[in-house]
T-cell receptor
Framework: GNSVTQMEGPVTLSEEAFLTINCTYTATGYPSLFWYVQYPGEGLQLLLKATKADDKGSNKGFEATYRKETTSFHLEKGSVQVSDSAVYFCARGGTALIFGKGTTLSVSS | NAGVTQTPKFRVLKTGQSMTLLCAQDMNHEYMYWYRQDPGMGLRLIHYSVGEGTTAKGEVPDGYNVSRLKKQNFLLGLESAAPSQTSVYFC??????????????FGPGTRLTVL
């Protein structure tokens, strides 16, 4: 079937640490892939996206590369900040998005 | 532009009561969606619409009805609320992109509690 699996949290890091949140997907064909972020008490905001294999999406220091061979779209950031504390959702595109269950990131100073 | 707005922001219902959640978007988007968000479950699609006058079931449609009488509005109805429908409800809208990448824009959410 079509699904999105992302690593379970919570992920707890110190400021300036390196972040990786794993995401894999199953789908027929090559869907667009997305990372959304949800800050406390708010709706989801698009963080970055990639529309085809080998595309790299990037925004606010976050990056993710569309890997067709491993059906993955892992989110990375070289140096996290306290303000990055949020819930991150990986999603697979289509008529409607299919979301992973979310990964909570907590960054302490 | 206001983007996607939802009313109300909070609501408490008793079991068996009915209510309607309103979603409005001012971006002229064709597609609109209703999701529910529960702890540990991520976002699950309830219903969606690909255009005015059309609706379709998502992953968890039971207990909900929707209507899309105007392009800019998408209503979610609960005819007889149950405690299992306690959740945060998000509306979203998107454009149609023939080459993919049709990201969705989300509203701020409605927190519903059913007692």
């Amino acid at each position: 079937g079509n699904s999105v699996t992302q690593m379970e949290g919570p992920v707890t890091l110190s400021e300036e640490a390196f972040l990786t949140i794993n995401c894999t997907y199953t789908a027929t064909g090559y869907p667009s892939l997305f990372w959304y972020v949800q800050y406390p008490g708010e709706g989801l905001q698009l963080l970055l996206k990639a529309t085809k294999a080998d595309d790299k999406g990037s925004n606010k220091g976050f990056e993710a590369t569309y890997r067709k061979e491993t059906t993955s779209f892992h989110l990375e950031k070289g140096s996290v900040q306290v303000s990055d504390s949020a819930v991150y959702f990986c999603a697979r595109g289509g008529t409607a998005l299919i979301f992973g269950k979310g990964t909570t990131l907590s960054v302490s100073s | 532009n206001a983007g996607v707005t939802q009313t109300p922001k909070f609501r408490v219902l008793k079991t068996g009561q009915s209510m309607t959640l309103l979603c409005a978007q001012d971006m002229n988007h064709e597609y609109m969606y209703w999701y529910r968000q529960d702890p540990g479950m991520g976002l699950r699609l309830i219903h969606y619409s690909v255009g005015e006058g059309t609706t379709a079931k998502g992953e968890v449609p039971d207990g909900y009805n929707v209507s899309r009488l105007k392009k800019q509005n998408f209503l979610l109805g609960l005819e007889s609320a149950a405690p299992s429908q306690t959740s945060v409800y998000f509306c979203a809208s998107s454009v149609i992109r023939t080459r993919g990448g049709n990201e969705q824009f989300f509203g701020p959410g409605t927190r519903l509690t059913v007692l």
